[in-house]
């Protein structure tokens, strides 16, 4: 049987045919729909949405030390959080087959940096397979498990944004039934003290050697002999996107990529005239392949920034593009929040108090935009508090107007040490938690403080307010963000404090059925219009300015407040 899937759902349909029983990660594009699936149509794989990705990989291993298969899934810089586990992880046992999908973003579609994460593969000295469709995508998922557990070790399984999110057709099979969950006790192995980690060290680089030979051999190392005179290294959507710029080269398709098939690659560049390797971000092929001796052109000629696409390598490699291709270009359409957001409220009354705002990974990041320019540092997540504080410990005259916003699943999966560190070290910043009853910005999933887990099953719900007063915050308040004039007091009230100062700002997401706005458009009066642009200033998109007058379009959710913010009374629901 067959189905067309994209490449994130034929990674869980992969799980699934290699008889996974634990599935973890914390929702990031472009890799969140890997678990999604998994819990919509695999219930036999224990699935679940965890608070960071350090401790998705960190129970996922402790499945694997149980001899389940386990997998851990999330996006490249979310391998950044779980880096730690990840680096010492190959000195311990592995039992069940351990997978780690980290899904990398070229072109930044929805990440604050590029970086490439097979340098991951190399540091931790990891096997890495790097699947080019979606039938590799869910094929490599079941030879990342045989892999993992014939060499004990984990294995990644890197995608890119094209990858998880493009279809193609899946051929489905039956799922494998591999030994069932013991407990058993391993501590040379599994208790990583300096005396033991001595020990396993040299089995980290026996094994890579290994490896090595089996890279040399594998399957999924293929070299396709065609037109000599252009000989071109390529793994993942790099090898689609050169194999269509030059249908007649010949290729060395690297699906297990890391380590690097020395012999087979020494083996093709005897076979070609001029020696190519196309990929994306890094020259994490071509480096290898010129410490090897071997002369090539790469990043000399394709880009080191960006997404690749056939028009791109057709250009550097021969100068010329494909016949055909659109230079239509089509108006830029930046990302905005959405009509009736809660978080323009408190954006608005930050504003309004002269703060300088430190921000965090989510939707209101989109708040640094004009015209709202509500946002002044924004590097990962939970490092907005830490912002604040640092700050705010090194400006004169101690008291300064400095906030921090952070959303309630971004709280959770990094801002509380932030939060207990502002705490402890006796910070003045105020920090907001926003407080939407969602992790928004991936398509509104479930975290710790709504209640809900993976599979829509009740689950404990954590008491904001009662969590930042055990972290040690005195002064807590929560408030409405659509009631503009009270969030402005409670904004100045708690600027005035002299210790650190919390606001949760309360309000779900505008897209989550449990909205409270009206859902009534609203209208302008344009005879009590004055044309001033204030209501403009919070960015709402159903907001437009014509013929010197606001226009409230259709899309308005009825939220109110730009009715509270006009100066002149203009705008209303009955107008």
């Known amino acids: ?36 699936t998994i819990a919509r149509e695999f219930p036999e794989i224990h699935a679940e949405w965890t608070p960071n990705e350090k401790v998705a990989l960190e129970v ?13 899934a999330m996006k490249h810089v979310g391998v950044n959080v779980a880096a730690d586990p990840l680096m010492t992880l190959p000195y311990t046992l ?9 899904a990398d973003d070229p072109e930044l579609f929805s990440s604050q940096n590029e970086q490439d994460n097979r340098n991951y593969a190399r540091f931790a000295k990891i096997p890495m397979l790097e699947p080019s469709s979606s039938e590799e995508a869910k094929d490599f998922v079941k030879t990342a498990y045989r892999l993992s557990e014939e060499f004990s070790t984990p294995v990644m399984l890197r995608t890119t944004t094209r990858i998880s999110h493009s279809k193609g057709i899946v051929e ?20 990583m003290l300096p005396a033991n980690a001595r020990i396993r060290h040299p089995v980290v680089e026996e094994r890579l050697n290994r490896l090595k030979d089996y890279s040399n051999s594998s399957e999924y190392n293929v070299m396709e002999i065609n037109d000599a005179s252009l000989g071109i290294i390529a793994s993942g959507a790099a090898y689609q996107y050169a194999k269509e710029a030059f249908p007649d080269a010949s290729f060395l398709k690297l699906g297990l990529s890391y380590p690097l098939p020395d012999v087979l690659v020494r083996e093709f560049a005897a076979k070609v005239k001029e020696l190519w390797v196309v990929e994306e971000l890094d020259p994490f092929i071509e480096r290898q392949v010129k410490e090897l001796g071997i002369d090539c052109h790469g990043k000399d000629r394709i880009p080191m920034c960006g997404e690749l696409n056939p028009d791109i390598v057709k250009k550097a490699i021969s100068g010329s593009v494909n016949t055909g291709s659109s230079s239509l270009k089509l108006p830029a359409r930046p990302p905005n929040m959405c009509p009736g957001c809660p978080h323009r409220g408190m954006l608005w009354a930050l504003k309004k108090n002269k703060c300088f705002i430190a921000g965090d990974i989510g939707c209101y990041t989109l708040g640094f935009l004009p015209p709202l320019d509500a946002i002044d540092t924004c590097l990962c997540m939970g490092a907005g508090i830490n912002h604040a504080h640092g700050m705010s410990k090194v400006l004169d005259g101690g008291k300064k107007k400095i906030a921090a916003v952070i959303g309630d699943s971004t709280f959770f999966h990094s801002g509380m040490t932030g939060l207990l560190n502002l705490a402890y070290n006796k910070g003045i910043a105020l920090v907001v938690i926003l407080d939407n009853r969602t992790t928004a910005m991936t398509g509104a999933q479930d975290h710790p403080g709504t209640g809900i887990a993976l599979d829509g099953s009740k689950n404990i719900e954590i008491d904001l307010e009662a ?22 007091q409670k904004v100045k009230e708690a600027l ?43 960015g709402c998109p159903s907001i437009e300015f014509k013929d010197k007058k606001a226009i409230i379009l259709d899309t308005c959710t009825g939220c109110g407040i730009c009715k509270a913010i006009c100066p002149f009374d203009a705008i209303g629901g009955d107008v």
């Open 94 to 102: 592995i039992r069940g087959g351990l997978v780690l999908v980290s």
């Open 60 to 72: 996922a291993a402790g499945a694997s030390y149980a001899g389940a298969r386990a997998l851990a």
């Open 467 to 488: 969590l930042v007063k055990a972290l040690g915050i005195d002064w807590v308040k929560r408030v409405d963000p659509y009631d503009v004039d009270t969030t402005r």
């Open 172 to 191: 489905l099979e039956e799922p494998e039934d591999p030994p069932r969950a013991s407990l058993e006790r391993h501590p040379v192995e599994w208790v």
């Open 1 to 36: 049987m067959k189905k067309i899937l994209s490449g994130n759902e034929a990674i869980a349909r992969g799980a699934m045919e290699s008889g996974v029983r634990f599935a973890s990660a914390y929702p990031g594009t472009p890799s969140t729909e890997i678990l999604e």
């Open 496 to 538: 005035e404090q002299e210790g650190p100062a919390v606001i949760i700002s309360s309000a779900p997401c505008v897209l989550l059925p449990s909205r409270r706005v009206s859902g009534v458009p609203l209208k302008v009066d344009s005879d009590k219009c004055t044309g001033c642009k204030v209501c403009l200033g919070i």
